[in-house]
């Protein structure tokens, strides 16, 4: 995933790539332009077509045969909707409470649990390879894939050229098509199945180009690495890998849920580093169970004290070289240990700015969409398919169109 891909984004299925709410597994297959929308089809573009061309001749520079390209640009090219997504990625900042409730609801957590199961062989084989737990390796594939359900359908070769042609991070997008030329040339990869994110991360575990060169592996032993296919084990050994090359260390705790004292004034951030029992001195203690010992740690309180908290380990590091993104490493953490069996969080979020809870924004997109104002899934993250029903719904009934979610509102529905 990162090597880096996008500081910002959050993981796959917390972009829509891997959403499939319901519960059941999705096909994968070919890649189906009728399935994407207008904006993720390649459309005329002379000025692009020119970056190619000049392109071409420094891929041959760096060892791509004329053959690779002519056969890996065939069907491609620019995609307006990578360059729209990519200059405007702030819609995925989400609170926690917003980005667990993407990437770990329930429904997700019960299908991750079978899907599992299923791969338990795979999954404890390259655990006990190379030391990465294999619940962690589990919720990556459930972050980024909906384990494996939802890999992605954009192509890698036109979803990377448009972004080195648009330039605003040309070198690192650049350095990932070539990247993915090599994959094509070596054999890793067909350029029909070489299909992912818009911003050019493919795989179970969603890998982008540079970083599948780094530390790809062909765990299964069939003379391919590959991350793509029905078969994880690939991936899973891949990820696995780099968590080990990022520091990852054999049997060490990475992330547990805390419950800081009334009046807690310690400091707290991944720079303030403490050891176990000296948190404990401080009067810390685990939500559940007891402190795992794991050498030093910090403490994050992402929505501020007196919500929930969290004591992070090396291994939490480790987790944030895949995605530098805090709430990534705590989605992933929180998915494992429900995979592994273990409840909700014990902490709760409470009442937003709008002076509701989780469940009464569920139950208010759930009104909506009942009174026929469609707010999409009922998962309780405001976004604008939300805040469009309200301004219909607001607007139909007279109200003042605010497109804001309230209390009022809610009894309203």
């Known amino acids: 995933m990162i090597l880096t891909r996008r500081n910002m984004i959050l993981g796959a299925s917390a972009l829509g790539l891997a959403a499939c709410g319901s519960g059941g597994a999705m096909r994968v297959g070919p890649s189906d332009p009728a399935a994407l929308g207008p904006e993720f089809r390649p459309m005329p573009n002379a000025s692009f077509d020119t970056w190619v061309q000049a392109f071409r001749g420094r891929a041959q520079a760096r060892g791509i045969s004329a053959g690779t390209l002519d056969v890996a640009f065939r069907g491609q090219g620019y995609l307006p909707g990578v360059v729209e997504r990519d200059r405007n990625q702030t819609e995925f900042n989400r609170s926690l409470e917003d980005y667990l409730a993407l990437v770990a609801p329930e429904e997700k957590v019960a299908f991750g649990q079978r899907a599992v199961a299923q791969q338990n062989s795979a999954l404890q084989s390259v655990a006990a390879r190379y030391g990465v737990s294999a619940d962690v390796l589990a919720a990556i594939w459930g972050v980024e894939s909906y384990f494996g359900t939802r890999r992605g359908q954009i192509p890698v070769i036109s979803s990377t050229t448009t972004l080195a042609w648009e330039g605003r991070r040309g070198a690192f997008f650049e350095s990932n098509l070539t990247d993915a030329l090599r994959m094509i040339q070596s054999g890793d990869a067909r350029p029909s199945e070489l299909l992912g994110s818009w911003a050019g991360a493919s795989g179970h575990t969603q890998l982008m180009p540079n970083a599948f060169q780094n530390f790809a ?42 419950i800081l004292p009334q009046g807690f004034t310690a400091g707290i951030g991944k720079a303030r580093k403490r050891s176990v029992s000296d948190w404990q001195s401080l009067g810390v203690r685990a939500a559940r169970g007891s402190l795992p010992s794991g050498g030093s740690a910090a403490i994050l309180a992402p929505m501020g004290l007196g919500r929930p908290a969290f004591l992070v380990f090396r291994n939490f590091e480790a987790i944030l070289r895949y995605n ?66 309200i301004r219909a719904y607001q607007q139909a009934k007279g109200m003042t169109v605010t497109g804001t979610p309230s209390p009022d509102l809610l009894r309203r529905l």
């Open 324 to 389: 530098p993104s805090e709430n990534y490493g705590l989605g992933v953490s929180y998915l494992a240990n429900r995979l592994a069996g273990g409840g909700p969080l014990v902490g709760t979020f409470g009442a937003d700015q709008y002076g509701l809870t989780l469940q009464q924004r569920k139950d208010l997109q759930r009104g909506l969409s009942q009174a026929g104002f469609d707010a999409g899934k009922p998962d309780g993250v405001l976004g604008n398919k939300t805040e469009a029903a």
């Open 217 to 258: 592996v062909d765990f299964d032993g069939n003379g391919r690495r590959d991350v793509w296919g029905d078969n994880p084990i690939d991936a899973f050994g891949t990820t696995a890998n780099y968590l080990k090359r990022s520091g990852w260390q054999s049997g060490q705790p990475w992330a547990v849920e805390v």
